[in-house]
């Protein structure tokens, strides 16, 4: 090669070394810590020796076997109930002349920006013991018990099942709306009515994107946290999240053994699902109804059915937002906690409000905003770059990719105790501050801002970059004047979407904040434990007010991005 | 001025073993000339200009332009693609979106290496290469804004704004309706002779090919398989493939009985005997094709045969007519086999549908059925 040729390959080469040196440093080390942990036996203080002691002890506990059952049943319960719901709503919405559409879009939307703690404490106090539902029942039938058990599994699944349906809505819908019309319009021309459409032609070939999106619901319902803990703990239904929470928590000094021995088993299970979910979803693609043509069909007629219809719609939003808002609403304005009654109007108060004012909220709130925005930021940069790599098939690209996508296999509690135990080990003073918790984003995180990035790098034509090249650019001036504006809706989504969720997560910080360092989440998580609910209420109420808008305005770049407006000159 | 030297790109496909690509293909262009690479797709055509232009890395060969060497694999020669200062017109065109008419036309002054250029020079130079497209005046217009049509002259534009010594087209007029097509076409032509630019072109379409090209290369399976003028190439094919994909044609098999000074004659159908051009590429009498073009052939009727001895004759039956509007289509078939004949559309056939084909020698060709 000349000095020309080496110098411009040597660009790209650089890039890829920095990247892949970065990538390996954030996502390795928590990795073999873990197993490092799993695998380290302490025999004093000070020595400690290799062995299997921790898995040995894991195995043989009968505890074991129950909290893993008890894990499968929960997420293929919360699987089933959540793509059931997410799926007719969004055929409803996306497919049918049903009116009352946007109130499923809006439940959707408000929901990817509130803290899952907060519903979960929202719906636990209107189907708990003192909830209206009980309430009434009690006071209908003047029996003592309850109508409806919440702290059991069916409790648990239910809830569980709610969280994640507005994310499988959204999911469902953007595949509807890809699908090739013509498809469903041939059955109609054919002679099939509606509901033999539905069956034979839209649901046919939709399986294989329903059946990937119920294994990632699966999967993360296996990894979830804030369920298990809010409604299982109390009705002493262990999964094995909380089972690793429990060794990290519950016991002093905590079992950082058998903690990483549970973390390793839960990874491994991960693991596999995901490599199904991988080949599903590969299924998925090759019966691939994307067209890519940016016309609506033509929404089936369904007559009257269409206020059934309605009414589904109506009662997800009730129940998905409506209810869990006026629970809320209702218990900020009390100075307690006390049952749905007309006597409780009379100690109305705004002092819940008045409290969560205060410089130590305030505090939590920058400490959050702090932390999403720098892992959005440090995410996103690092994989623009990977996409870029990885899309155009450049030197290193498929490495960079494989390390970038590592992190979907860590359960954010498990990528908790694992850069936990990093730092315990590193020099470096970021116990306990927003550095770690920021590092332990960053690394969560990746895979997403991997997946806006090569999916919008995907979608620009090659040529245009061909083009640059061929004028006389080289391959960084391409990047910064061809790439970067073009991809730049993308990577707005992509930084949105990841600024949502790290406001949002909890399990994830649960275990890495300090008492300086603590991020929204995690201290509703604290008011609640402690009882106040009330605080907890009005605070939730203004945090997801402000959260919304964001989340408005993800919504809003999403969708234009996703349109697929650019790189088709 | 540019020549390329057993240039070789393989794609291995190792899901359903179809390689793609192109072998060992070899051409040197005049300055100034139009050079079309001809096929159907998936013959290598475009893999050969990416190669040309730097986009893709050759297996082996040697690209040169004006004596410097682009690519050499011998010597380890391989100049990155935005050191090779030629401009090239994509199939899609890949005007870029976030910038306007003015910004896309000026990018290659922009990221000039070798100097650099003031911003009266750039404006400048836009403003000529827009008048040489006929776009003055649309510099503020933003790109996704433009027809199809104004999109492919700016791209054009855009690739002789910097002046390069070669200018490479990838199937650019594929992607515009037919009307279009045909105005730009002529444009193109008008346009390379104003600016006497070396222009490399790729193309399905036959007819492109031979309304605008000085040389044509025709490539089959990764290799070129026969280059000539476009005369050349349409009435001497060097084989039936091209024969076949150049314009329409009758390929009949037989047997080569004799040639001398390069006419010979070859038995045919049930035994009847053809007089023909015959190329000194046949090595192989027993296994040739005759080929005649629809539009050589002249129909009459059975029993008026014309006086003197004039080329070759065949009897068959007309077996079905297709008007075509200037011009229409007879089948004919002769001894069980059908052949296309073109005539104009208001020539009178015989009411009992027995014709006589009549054809020069000279507009018949022997060709062999495999390549030597």
Redesign the interface.
Known sequence: ??W??R???RQTTWLAVVLIVVLVALVLPPLILLLRGSVTVSVTHTVSRFGLDHFEAVLQSRHFLASLWRSLVFAAGSAVLALLFGWASAWIVERTNTPLKSLAYLTAIISLGTPYILYVSAWLLFFGKAGPVNHLYRMLTSSSDVLINIYSMHGMILIEGFLWSPLAFLLVGATLRNANPELEEAARVSGAGVWQTLRRVTLRLSLPSIMALAMLVFIRAIEAFEVPALVGLPGRLNVLTTDIYGNMVARVPPDLGGASALSVILLTVVLGLLYAYGRLSRHAERFATITGKGFRPRPFDLGRLRYVAAAILFANFVLLLLVPLAMLIWVSLLPFYQPVSMGAFKVMTLNNFRAVLSPHHIELIVNTLLISTATATIAVALTFLAGWLAVRRMFGGWLVEQLATIPLIFPGLILGIAVMQLFLYLPLPLYGTLGILIWAFVINYLPYGMRYSSSGMLQI?R??E?????????PL?RLR??VA??LAPALVAGWLFIFLMAARVLSLAVLLSGPRSQPVAVAMFDLWNNGQGTELAAFGLLWSMLMTVIALVFYVVARRSASG????? | MLRVERLTKIFENTTDRITGGVRDASFALEPGSFFTLLGPSGCGKTTTLRCI???ETPDDGVIAVDGGVLFDAAA?????????????V?????????MTVAENVA??LT???HRRYGRAEIEEAVKRALAVVDLDGFQNRS??RLSGGQ?QRV?LA??IV?EPRLI?LDEPLSNLDAQLRDEMRGELKRLQSKIGITTVYVTHDQSEALALSDRIAVLDQGRIVQIGSPQDIYFRPANPFVARFVGATNLLPGRLLGSANGIGEVEVLDGRRIKCLVPQTINDPSAVSVSIRPESIRLTGANTRPAGALGNYLAGRVSGVTFLGASRRVDVVCDGVSLQVTTTADMPLPADGEVLLIFATERTVALPNKMS
Do not use: D
């Open positions: 090669m000349t020309r040729a110098l411009s390959a034509h040529e245009l061909e083009a640059a090249a061929v004028c006389g650019a080289s001036t004047r061809i504006p073009l407006a650019l790189g088709r000159a | 232009a730097g986009l380890r020669v391989n100049v990155a693609v935005e050191h090779r200062a030629i401009g090239m994509f199939q899609s065109y890949a005007i870029w979106p976030h990018f290659p990221v000039a290496k790109a996704p999109q791209a855009r690739a910097h490479l």
